[in-house]
């Protein structure tokens, strides 16, 4: 069974072995104490931007609801102001949680060459960054390095860059046997569809567009096309949840009837688009292989620095678990369906034989903290199947680079 930490707990590799059993049965201690010496070599933390306003289209049009959807205040697709604070938030209880680990100093400007963001292009991720910077270190300047605003950068957006390895055919097959088949992908998540059709509760069922389940290739052959209930409804599921996120009035989450059980729910309807996008073997693949070729550099080169943040998207975040072969799950979110914020944290330890090794969490705010934007963070630790050592879940470095080296093989034909 897997243990979240919060970020007011001392991080578990940071205590005594003689407490270490004490720290797994005590729920809360009083401060983190700093370690005499460095345990996180390096870390590299590839996460999601924070709350934005829906998307354009990320409801379909022809979606019928029994009222009206509340306005946001920020523009379509940009992250909203407390969105912004949110992530001040967590990049404040991340900068305590690093400075545990000997990653950073506690207080002050943190040094260029110790600490690397880089975002997307999209103006959503940038902003992200920004506020990110803003609360990891208050009144620094840290730079927040991206490629040309609305450019394509192939670490959170390989396919964009139409690959000339990808193979549309390829990735559809490994989609049907990842998930059985569209329609299958859509029968298990009937209940989800179901309740969401309850929240929307328009005049007359269906209140989301009815059409068959497919998934083909694009007509450009550069990407995959899905049709059919999921991708009708997962944009819906995450509006609803951004309504939630975004501090909204109970009444207007929903209208009311997306309660926190609910909104928890509706977030499997969500995450099934990854089942599509980002999970299968093929699809992973190609979503990974430029972001594993930056992590590969985090951990090995001498050049880089001891802490590389990453802000991108869901389906990178996804797409990564899935590399790894390990769930995502932060508290009011459905399990693989990546918060807000939420990260993959990779870790440059030493194991006891003084090897290299990696140590792997998932980092997030539960919905309800990010809803009131509290410097709270989660660290769930993550295990990788056959390379799982001691209690600290420490996989050595070899191995790992060849995990995943193989998973994104694939895209390197």
């Not at 209880?93 to 975002?119: E, I, K, M, S």
């Not at 694009?218 to 995959?224: F, K, M, N, R, V």
């Not at 899935?322 to 990260?343: I, M, Q, S, Y």
């Not at 600290?392 to 070899?398: A, I, K, T, V, W």
Request: proline share 10%; aromatic share 6%; with cysteine.
């Amino acid at each position: 069974m897997q243990r979240a930490y919060t970020a007011a707990m001392t991080p578990p590799f940071l205590a005594p072995v003689g407490a270490l059993a004490a720290l797994l049965l005590t729920p809360v201690a009083a401060h983190a104490a700093s370690p005499a010496s460095p345990r996180i070599e390096r870390l590299v933390l590839l996460m999601r931007h924070g709350v934005r306003a829906p998307l354009d289209g990320e409801v379909p049009p022809a979606t019928r609801t029994g009222q009206p959807w509340p306005r946001w205040d920020a523009p379509a697709e940009q992250v909203t102001p407390h969105g912004a604070a949110a992530l001040r938030a967590l990049a404040k209880a991340d900068r305590r949680w690093f400075a545990a680990a000997g990653l950073v100093a506690a207080n002050g400007c943190p040094d260029p060459a110790v600490v690397r963001l880089w975002t997307n292009s999209a103006s959503r991720t940038i902003a992200s960054g920004e506020a990110y910077a803003a609360g990891f270190a208050p009144g620094c300047r840290i730079t927040v390095g991206h490629k040309p605003e609305g450019t394509n950068d192939p670490i959170f957006e390989p396919l964009g860059a139409h690959p000339a390895a990808f193979d549309a055919s390829r990735a559809v097959e490994s989609i049907d046997r990842y998930t059985g088949g569209a329609e299958a992908l859509t029968r298990r998540h009937a209940a989800g569809l179901k309740l969401l059709e309850q929240v929307l509760a328009c005049p007359a069922a269906p209140c989301s567009p009815a059409e068959p389940s497919s998934v083909r290739p694009s007509e450009d052959g550069h990407g995959i096309d899905l049709k059919g209930p999921i991708r009708a409804a997962s944009g819906t599921a995450q509006v609803l949840m951004l309504q939630y996120l975004e501090g909204l009035p109970p009444a207007q989450v929903g209208w009311g009837r997306a309660t926190p059980a609910r909104l928890e729910a509706l977030g499997a309807v969500h995450g099934a688009l990854f089942d599509v996008f980002s999970r299968p073997p093929y699809m992973a693949a190609f979503q990974m292989a430029p972001t594993v070729d930056r992590i590969t550099q985090d951990l090995t080169a001498t050049t880089a620095p001891k802490l590389d943040v990453l802000v991108g998207h869901d389906t990178n975040v996804a797409a990564l678990a899935a590399v790894l072969g390990v769930p995502v799950k932060a508290p009011g979110f459905a399990t693989n369906d990546p918060a807000p914020g939420g990260g993959i944290a990779i870790a440059l330890v030493r194991a006891p034989n003084g090897g290299q090794a990696v140590r792997l969490w998932y980092r997030t705010q539960s919905a309800t903290d990010m809803r009131a934007a509290r410097d709270r963070t989660v660290w769930t630790p993550l295990r990788l199947a056959g390379c799982d050592e001691g209690a600290e879940h420490r996989c050595p470095l070899p191995q790992f680079l060849k995990r995943l080296e193989a998973a994104t093989e694939p895209a390197r034909d």
